[in-house]
């Protein structure tokens, strides 16, 4: 099914206002290693991305 317009304004109102990008330029070798790491944990690359951030972020800080 179609998004109507409002959803469609909804949905862009809802991002500019909770969300913020993150530009990640990568050279293609370390885009193919990255996907191909991502598809065998059955992630995709967003998610396990986001993933390898915060447990890095863990473990810097256990206690946050």
């Known amino acids: ?6 959803q469609k ?3 862009a109102k809802y991002t500019k206002t909770h969300m913020r990008r ?3 330029d990568v050279k293609h070798a370390e885009y193919d290693r990255i996907k191909a790491a991502a ?6 690359v967003r ?3 986001l993933k390898a951030v915060f ?3 863990d473990k810097l800080n256990p206690d946050a």
């Open 1 to 6: 099914m179609a998004s109507t317009d409002a």
């Open 9 to 11: 304004r909804a949905s």
């Open 22 to 24: 993150i530009p990640l």
């Open 39 to 44: 598809d065998a944990a059955g992630e995709s």
């Open 47 to 49: 998610g396990f991305i």
């Open 55 to 57: 447990d890095r972020i």
